[in-house]
C-alpha cells in the first residue's frame, strides 16, 4: 500500500497543525502510526492507532497530539495542539504488518 502524508507545514509556538495519511488500500484490519524524524537524531514513534481503535502516545505528546482514522476513507489523521519547537520534524506515517509501509514524511516546523 502506498500512503501519502499531507498537512505538514510552519507554525507558531502554541498553534496547532493536522497531518493526514491516505492509504492506496484499505486499512481496516491494519494498525497504523505516525513516527517523526528530527535532524540528527532516530526516528521515534509518535503515536499509534490500532485496529480496534486503541491509542498510544509518546509521553512527549500526551495531551496535546491526537490520532484518529477513518478506515471508509482510508485515512489516518494527527491533531497535533500546543505545538512546541521541539516538535519540528519530518512526520512519517506507517502502515503495519502486512503492508509495512512507510510514507514520504512531511515537514513540520515549529518557531519559538
Known amino acids: 500500500v502506498q500512503l501519502v502524508e499531507s498537512g505538514g507545514g510552519l507554525a507558531q509556538a502554541g498553534g496547532s497543525l493536522r497531518l493526514s495519511c491516505a492509504a492506496s488500500g484499505s486499512i481496516f484490519s491494519i494498525n497504523m502510526a505516525w513516527y517523526r524524524q528530527a535532524p540528527g537524531n532516530q526516528r521515534e514513534l509518535v503515536a499509534s492507532?490500532?485496529?480496534?481503535?486503541?491509542?498510544n502516545y509518546a509521553d512527549s505528546v500526551k495531551g496535546r497530539f491526537t490520532i484518529s482514522r477513518d478506515n471508509a476513507k482510508n485515512t489516518v489523521w494527527l491533531q497535533m495542539n500546543s505545538l512546541k519547537p521541539e516538535d519540528t520534524a519530518v512526520y512519517y506515517c506507517?502502515?503495519?504488518?502486512?503492508?509495512?509501509?512507510w510514507g514520504q514524511g512531511t515537514q513540520v516546523t515549529v518557531s519559538s
Open positions: 492507532i490500532i485496529r480496534d481503535g486503541n491509542t
Open positions: 506507517r502502515a503495519g504488518w502486512p503492508y509495512d509501509s
